[in-house]
């Protein structure tokens, strides 16, 4: 076990469950919980990278980690992936609502259509995925959730507007089930992470000059990485931020 990822040792054996968990953030999250001792399962659509993170992480943490492919923008689907990962797994207590696209299209060019699948991927499926796994924290005497927005909905960025609603949306959404679900000791947190430089940020989007931007902006001069975040995620899941709730965590060097 990575050394720099020991602590909380009450998720060792807990059961959680992350979205979008194949690759860039998702997948560094699912090697963070599974380096603690977690029962991991994690739903994302690409089978190749998925099949081969399970595979490995399998191969060298205290349980199998477990991908199961399922399109979040069918609410069926969702609710059968998060019932497969309770029965795999003997109990859900941790939910990671990660999965994201952060596609970029301007005002002018956004139909209808296209409104509508980016709240679905990017707003729709969070509420859906944690009112499925809410039976589950149930069962397990209460539970986390972590939502992932973003600071994009506050830095009044002008080319996705689509996607930084729903990240906006996001945390509202949090904040109203903390406000349900607290009575059942169910917590429910938000991470709005910044300028993570991942390799799909790079080879859609992220030019040099916008990563130098960005570190000019931030108080911490360095890129940020999925490595970031995982700390974060690990802190709201677990008792050390057990009466935390109704909260957003923000990881972005300073930028705002």
């Known amino acids: 076990m990575n050394e720099d990822l020991m602590g909380h040792a009450d998720l060792r054996g807990r059961g959680v469950l992350i979205t979008g968990g194949g690759s860039g953030i998702g997948a560094a999250l699912v ?4 380096a603690h001792g977690a029962k991991v399962s994690f739903i994302d659509i690409a089978d190749e990278p998925s099949t081969a993170l399970a595979d490995r992480l399998s191969a060298i ?3 199998p980690v477990k991908y199961i492919r399922a399109d979040l923008r069918d609410t069926d689907a969702i609710k059968h992936a998060v019932d497969d990962a309770a029965a795999s797994l003997g109990s859900l207590s941790v939910l990671v609502n990660n999965a994201a696209w952060d596609d970029r299209r ?3 060019d956004i139909t209808e259509d296209y409104w509508d699948l980016s709240q679905a991927i990017n707003l729709k499926q969070v509420f859906f995925t944690s009112q499925a796994a809410v039976p589950h924290m149930r069962l397990a005497d209460g539970g986390a959730i972590v939502n992932f927005s973003s600071i994009a909905w506050m830095l009044n960025m ?3 507007p689509s996607y930084t609603t729903a990240k906006a949306g996001i945390v509202g959404l949090t904040k109203s089930l903390a406000g349900r679900l607290g009575p059942e000791n169910i917590r429910v947190n938000a991470i709005l ?3 993570i430089v991942t390799e799909r940020q790079k080879d859609l989007w992220l030019k040099d000059e916008d990563i130098a931007a960005m570190i000019g902006r931030q108080c911490l001069k360095r890129s940020l990485v999925a490595q970031d975040v995982v700390a974060p995620c690990l802190f709201l899941a677990s008792s050390a931020a057990a009466a935390m709730t109704a909260q957003t965590l923000v990881i972005d060097g300073g930028a705002i």
Do not use: Q, R, V
Not at 31 to 34: C, L, N, R, Y
């Open 31 to 34: 090697e963070g919980f599974a």
């Open 61 to 63: 943490n205290d349980h």
């Open 106 to 108: 301007d005002l002018d």
């Open 158 to 160: 002008g080319g996705m």
């Open 193 to 195: 992470p910044g300028m």
